[in-house]
């Protein structure tokens, strides 16, 4: 399959791009994009919850009350769970929320992203660009030429400085490596737009494989 390289301005350049079938092509896996979404929240997650069991409440340690006669329950501590203040039965404890996948559900994942992208009409190939300085305006209007609305994610063969930091004021916008392209980005992505060289290294990665 074959898709028109379009220039900052646009407009066609004349020229066309085989895309790979096996990362453009196939038939989205959807369970293996909500395990690699689901990685990517999970790892996200600080996990610095935590609450103070009975042993970690400093208060009194004084018998309340006589232990028979009061028609009550004993209780021996204000530290107890069972009163105001006390300590918390079966918190919530720092962990660590990540998980493992393998690298080929991974990989199915990010494919299944790209074939979503390219069936549903959102995928963009530009030409190889760069930007003589960081420049937030000039960017923004490479997107309006592109016809770019909403959210956009370009992937770049090389890490572009200027272009990265031209786009950082965009709120909806988002410039990667297509080596770090994560596939929750890709389907949070409304447009993606993917540079001429970098499809070059997505044909090269996965003739690696």
């Known amino acids: 399959m074959k898709l028109d390289v379009l220039n900052i301005e646009g407009k066609s350049t004349g020229r ?35 609450a103070k069991e009975k042993w970690e409440i400093s208060r009194t340690t004084k018998k309340l009350k006589r232990q028979k006669g009061t028609g ?5 501590s204000m530290k107890s769970p069972v009163f105001r203040g006390g300590g918390r039965t079966f918190g919530p404890k720092p962990r660590n929320y990540s998980f493992k996948l393998n690298k080929k559900v991974k990989e199915l994942a990010r494919y299944s992203a790209y074939s979503d992208k390219l069936a549903n ?60 392209a994560n596939t929750y980005e ?7 737009v993917i540079s001429e060289n970098s499809v070059n290294q997505l044909k090269t990665s996965y003739e690696q494989i």
């Open 121 to 180: 009409g959102s995928l963009i190939i530009v030409e190889d660009f760069t930007l003589n300085a960081p420049n937030t305006k000039e960017y923004k209007n490479i997107l309006k030429n592109l016809e770019v609305t909403g959210k956009s994610l370009l992937l770049t063969a090389d890490l572009n400085k200027n272009v990265y930091l031209s786009s950082r004021n965009l709120p909806k916008s988002e410039v990667r490596t297509v080596k770090d």
């Open 16 to 50: 066309s791009i085989e895309l790979p079938e096996g990362v453009f092509g196939i038939e989205p896996n959807g369970h293996a994009v909500y395990l690699a979404v689901k990685q990517y929240n999970a790892a996200q997650r600080q996990g610095t919850h935590k």
């Open 186 to 192: 890709i389907i949070n992505a409304d447009v993606l």
């Open 72 to 76: 009550t329950a004993r209780a021996g």
